[in-house]
């Protein structure tokens, strides 16, 4: 989003124990990706254990920012809004920001804050369907089977995978209550191209949600791509690093595989189905242990590399260059990466230009040192035209295409 006037516009995001985690960090990175200034904002703690066990830092109290002219209020679902709404000093601040004709958006659970507010009755909105009989109770007009609603300044919406749908309403509310213009463009930046999202077991689940979310409310189609179709993996988080309790994704393709053809039928199936070179726009790398977990994938080195040579844009997060590093993509190149691993891309022979930066770009090659580092990403990446996808034919001389497999 680009500033009519000077400052951009200020947001309060509220959280507080047991926050929906993809909720929470999404609705904070995509404002900040937007070019928002963010508040994080608590009830009486200045830390929380989110929905996942992983942590949530605030920067101020509900008090403490009492009387603070935010430009609206983004209230993330989950267990969270049922402590949220005890609070006085958070449901004033809510009020104080609907009677000033700003932003009140609220997703999933989020609408209980709206409903201790006073502000739904008579007002067109959704949510968590084990809420809705609560919207109809104090006289809210269910819009049924809507996935997210605006009504005037009120945005609300249903469950994390409606995020997109949520987000686009809330910031064509922004700009119009703000007055700050949405970037050309949005939301069909990536209308009709396919991205590729390498997923393992332990992959971060910040970030793979991020990634997918962020290409849907750009109009694009995300792919996860793990190790065979259908196969179902748990993702990480601070929390639980190897995904012992995290949410799981669902392999939609998978990577080429190089090896011997089996004569099994269903092995045959599978292998039809992987995903081809010339069918992604581009490929993103997330970070978490599962980049260690799938970097030595030797089909998933050949994608990476045929893609790197034939100019299709590839981004790592975090720990995600290690997949770039196995690849052997990287001589010469400028990169950064987690903290983890910077040693590995300094030392490395032939040399690599490790640059210590949120992020770092090197032709169509991307890379961010971590989940913070996102939203600078994806402005990066949606900054420029990005070159079309080749077709089978336009390979770069030399090349060839990885082979399918399972």
Not at 87 to 103: S, W
Not at 112 to 126: D, E, H, K, P, Y
Not at 167 to 172: F, H, P, V, W
Not at 306 to 313: H, Q
Request: glycine share 12%; charged share 20%.
């Amino acid at each position: 989003m680009a500033p009519r006037d000077a400052l951009p516009p200020h947001l309060a995001v509220l959280v507080e124990e047991g926050t929906n985690p993809i909720e929470f960090h999404y609705c904070r990175l995509r404002l900040l990706e937007a070019g928002a200034r963010v508040t994080v904002v608590g009830s009486r703690r200045l830390e929380y254990r989110l929905e996942d066990h992983s942590t949530a830092r605030v920067d101020a109290t509900a008090q403490q920012v009492m009387g603070e002219p935010f430009d609206g209020v983004v209230i993330p679902g989950g267990l969270g809004p049922e402590k949220l709404r005890q609070d006085p000093a958070v449901v004033a601040l809510v009020q104080d920001c609907f009677k000033r004709g700003k932003l009140c958006a609220a997703i999933c659970h989020g609408q209980q804050v709206l409903i201790s507010a006073g502000l739904m009755r008579g007002v067109r909105a959704t949510a968590a369907w084990s809420m809705l009989d609560d919207l109809r109770a104090v006289g809210a007009v269910v819009a049924e089977n809507a996935r997210a609603v605006r009504d005037g300044q009120i945005v609300t919406g249903v469950f994390p995978h409606d995020l997109p749908a949520f987000c686009q309403l809330a910031l064509a509310a922004l700009s119009e209550l703000a007055g700050w213009q949405l970037p050309a463009g949005y939301p069909q930046r990536l209308a009709d191209q396919t991205w590729g999202i390498v997923v393992d077991d332990a992959s971060d689940s910040v970030q793979v949600n991020y990634l997918k979310l962020r290409i849907l409310e750009e109009g694009g189609r995300p792919l996860f791509l793990g190790r065979r179709v259908g196969q179902e993996m748990r993702l990480g988080s601070p929390a639980w690093p190897w995904g012992e309790m995290g949410p799981s994704a669902t392999a939609d393709r998978a990577l080429p595989d190089p090896g011997a053809v089996g004569s099994c039928d269903a092995d045959a199936e599978a292998n039809a189905r992987a995903i081809a070179a010339p069918e992604l726009d581009g490929l993103l790398l997330p970070g978490g242990l599962g980049a260690w977990m799938i970097r030595g994938h030797p089909g998933l080195k050949m994608l990476v590399g045929w893609l790197v040579v034939a100019g299709i844009p590839v981004a790592a997060v975090g720990r995600g260059a290690k997949i770039l590093l196995s690849a052997d993509v990287l001589a010469g190149r400028s990169v950064t990466c987690a903290p983890e691993m910077r040693d590995d891309l300094i030392h490395a022979l032939p040399e690599i230009r490790y640059r210590d930066a949120p992020v770092v770009g090197d032709g169509t090659l991307l890379t961010c040192q971590g989940t913070e580092d996102l939203p600078a990403l994806m402005r990066a990446l949606l900054a420029g035209s990005l070159p079309p996808r080749l077709s089978g034919r336009s390979r770069p001389p030399g090349s060839s295409e990885p082979a399918r497999g399972g």
